[in-house]
T-cell receptor
Framework: DTEVTQTPKHLVMGMTNKKSLKCEQH?????MYWYKQKAKKPPELMFV???????INESVPSRFSPECPNSSLLNLHLHALQPEDSALYLC?????????????FGPGTRLTVT | KNEVEQSPQNLTAQEGEFITINCSYS?????LHWLQQHPGGGIVSLFM???GKKKHGRLIATINIQEKHSSLHITASHPRDSAVYIC???????????FGSGTQLTVLP
């Protein structure tokens, strides 16, 4: 199984809503990543979890709150987002974080903030 | 100057043509990824290379570490190959990928 799954596929939320994105992998990978991708741009790294601990936070606003409850699951909690946060949010995983290890990406969650 | 440069930015080909996408980088790397992204979709990892050449089906990826250059070749291209192809590098033991800006490939039937 080389699959990273993400739910939901699409999400529309208002600026006062609280929602969560979910990412799951069952490859035994110990590093998981959140990326944000705007249209026609490459992905931008947001967070890296290594062995369930946050190891990199790329100066992401606090309205994005990551959580790694176990080695297979990664959540991104969203609160008080702005319209400019509308983007494709991609999750990825790799065997470890001190590479080089291949990263496997999920299908993404298309987020629209109204 | 970006650390990872891809060329061309856009490429249109006829079905069956041989396609080459190039990636140059300016830093020392531990590995290079070639990724594929279909419109509105997630990213698929095609190859991870540290040296030499890899082949998977109609796709071939090569890397020249001394020249800091990699190429992705598609033989007998097909409309379903239409996608954005992204080169990304791992610098040293860094945990993050540095991405190129992508090449939009359109294969016409």
């Amino acid at each position: 199984d080389t699959e990273v799954t993400q739910t939901p596929k699409h999400l529309v939320m208002g600026m006062t809503n609280k929602k969560s994105l979910k990412c799951e992998q069952h490859m035994g990978h110990r590093a998981m990543y959140w990326y944000k991708q705007k249209a026609k741009k490459p992905p931008e790294l947001m967070f890296v979890y290594s062995y369930e601990k946050l190891s990199i936070n790329e100066s992401v606003p606090s309205r994005f709150s990551p959580e790694c409850p176990n080695s297979s699951l990664l959540n991104l909690h969203l609160h008080a987002l702005q319209p400019e946060d509308s983007a494709l949010y991609l999750c990825a995983s790799s065997q470890g974080s001190l590479g080089p290890y291949e990263q496997y990406f999920g299908p993404g969650t298309r987020l629209t903030v109204t | 100057k970006n650390e990872v440069e891809q060329s061309p930015q856009n490429l249109t080909a006829q079905e069956g043509e041989f396609i080459t996408i190039n990636c140059s980088y300016s830093v020392g790397i531990s590995a290079l990824h070639w990724l594929q992204q279909h419109p509105g979709g997630g990213i698929v990892s095609l190859f991870m290379l540290s040296s030499g050449k890899k082949k998977h089906g109609r796709l071939i990826a090569t890397i020249n570490i001394q020249e800091k250059h990699s190429s992705l070749h598609i033989t007998a291209s097909h409309p379903r190959d239409s996608a954005v192809y992204i080169c990304a590098v791992l610098v040293g033991s860094a945990r993050q990928l540095t991405f190129g800006s992508g090449t939009q490939l359109t294969v016409l039937p």
